[in-house]
């Protein structure tokens, strides 16, 4: 870990924590106003570290790597905000961060176009077999065109996309399926207003009916308990044998040896995964498939997002530390206007 080091004048500055590398400039700005403990080197964190890091410090950014918990806010008693640079936060466990008079920001609406256009991307490299393809080329094994014997995949067009986790993201994706001709249903805690669901033109149905009826499963859903393994053997049973699953939302949302186990038995079609369980190890049965498309949780990672999820973040920081409420306060309770 760096402190910043014009120490003189860090004496009258608030100390704040950037828990991963973030943008030069961004870390350069922060650095005029506050001493800032940053983890340039990008190494991540052990609970004991980070609570270490946590304390004597007013605010700090984290990601979805750090766990926010009582543990880890055990000494931190200078702490106002927990700024996450992420719109998923369940890394954070927000009853306890409450309890301890913290506020708890996510950076939420910045990432929905970047992250539903990758789960496009995602579906189209899945369904028309292009990461496998690519493999087969660069092994040599393109020796001819051919009707029947080249990587023969799955439409898009006039198939039925299903969405499970119908919030921003998930209409997102709905929105653009709409341009590839796709009939749209969607499963979600609740059901979207008659406005929201005809902007997307999408149905709701059961879960159940979703995943006998799709043709592409979109997963977009919150991680919790109560999503944990929402796709396992009992729901991959349910899915068409011509049928891919994406993954874009978090690992545990599908139990990954289960899938393994269904594409390697091509009960399902194929699948495409951003996240997994305990990433960033991914289960050896998965890497062993070839109708699986893998990526490094990179959904919302491009130059452009990325740095607006920084900049979002901060401003959550440099709003609790100044007074003011969030712009996305997670915990509206512990915010108290002075
Ligand atoms: C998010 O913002 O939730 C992305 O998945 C990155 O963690």
Same mark, same amino acid.
């Given at each position: 870990m760096n402190t910043s080091t014009n120490t003189q004048t860090n004496a009258q500055k608030p100390k704040i924590l950037v828990a991963r590398a973030i943008f030069p400039e961004a870390l350069a700005k922060l650095e005029e106003s506050f001493e800032v403990r940053s983890n340039q080197a990008d190494q991540i964190l052990t609970p004991e570290e980070l609570k270490k890091e946590l304390a004597g410090v007013v605010g700090a950014l984290v990601t979805g790597s750090e766990r926010i918990d009582a543990q880890a806010l055990a000494q931190a008693k200078d702490l106002k905000i927990v700024a996450n640079i &992420? #719109? !998923?936060?369940?890394?954070?466990?927000v009853p306890a961060i409450t309890t301890a008079g913290v506020m708890a920001t996510n950076t939420p609406d910045v990432l929905t176009d970047t992250t539903a256009d990758f789960g496009f991307a995602l579906l189209m490299a899945t369904a028309r077999r292009i990461t496998e393809s690519e493999h087969w080329i660069r092994a040599g094994k393109w020796d001819k065109w051919s009707i029947v014997n080249n990587p023969l995949g799955m439409d898009l067009h006039g198939s039925t996309l299903g969405i499970i986790g119908m919030g921003r993201i998930g209409q997102g994706v709905a929105k653009r399926a709409l341009g590839f001709g796709m009939k749209v249903i969607y499963h979600n805690r609740s059901r979207l207003s008659e406005a929201d669901e005809k902007a997307c033109a999408a149905s709701y149905v059961s879960k159940e009916e979703l995943l006998r009826t799709a043709d592409h499963v979109v997963l977009v859903l919150p991680y919790s308990a109560q999503s944990h393994? $929402?796709?396992g053997e009992k729901e991959l049973a349910l899915m068409k044998p011509t049928a891919t699953l994406i993954n874009? =939302?978090? !690992? !545990?949302? #599908?139990d990954d040896l289960a899938l393994a186990k269904a594409l390697r038995e091509k009960t399902i079609f194929a699948a495409g995964l951003? *996240?997994?369980? !305990?990433?960033? &190890? *991914?289960n050896p049965e998965l890497l062993k498939l070839s109708n699986v498309v893998l990526a490094p949780?990179? =959904? &919302? +990672? $491009?130059e452009k997002t990325r740095r607006a999820m920084v900049d979002l973040a901060i401003d959550n920081l440099r709003a609790a530390l100044g007074g003011k409420k969030p712009p &996305?306060?997670?915990? +509206?309770? *512990?915010f108290k206007a002075e």
């Open positions: &992420s #719109v !998923g936060y369940n890394n954070f466990d393994h $929402t796709i874009i =939302a978090r !690992g !545990g949302i #599908v951003d *996240v997994f369980e !305990g990433e960033p &190890s *991914v949780h990179i =959904a &919302s +990672a $491009t &996305s306060l997670i915990n +509206a309770e *512990v």
